[in-house]
Structures are given as C-alpha cells and as structure tokens.
C-alpha cells in the first residue's frame, strides 16, 4: 500500500496532508496543482470500513461477544478505517464522478 502522488510533478503526499481533501479535492504542497480523487479510489476506500463491519458480524455469529469485547472491535475497526483511508487513494488531474 502506497500513499497517493502528485498526477503533475509526482510528489508523495504525506498521510496527513492525503486525508485533508475535501470532497475529493485537494492541491498538491509542491506544485500548487489541483488533484482530484480517482472514481476507483473512492470505490476502494468505501470498502475499507465495510470490511471492518463484516468482520464484527462474523465475530458476533461465531462467539457470544461481551459489551467490552463489542465496542473494542468497534473502535478498532474505526481506527484502522481512518488509518487505512489514505492509502487507497490516488490523484488524478480531471474530476470524475463516483459512477
Ligand atoms: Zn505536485
């Protein structure tokens, strides 16, 4: 997994500087160039928390799961979805629709 780059002057953006787009939308630190997020990286990315979801209910099916147990796997999946984020995206110079 690699963080996204630059579609212009292929900078590397940093995790924080590549989680900071708004609406799909960011500018590049080092060239001031306009990115926009890939459609499939915002297909990739809606995956990344529906993973997570799919393994608490498999977690809950197979084993009875205490209250603490529960919300640890809540939070966690929500932690590593946050994490994970960034590094499914990629740039790319023209706006594309998510369909
Ligand atoms: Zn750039």
Redesign the pocket.
Known sequence: MKLPR??????IFSWKQAFRHRDGETT??????V?YLQQTARWRSNFVPLIGVVLILALINIEEVSGLSYWLAVVGTFAVSLFAYPFCYRFTEQKEDLF
């Open positions: 630059c579609w212009k002057c292929a900078h590049c630190p080092v060239c001031g160039s990115q």
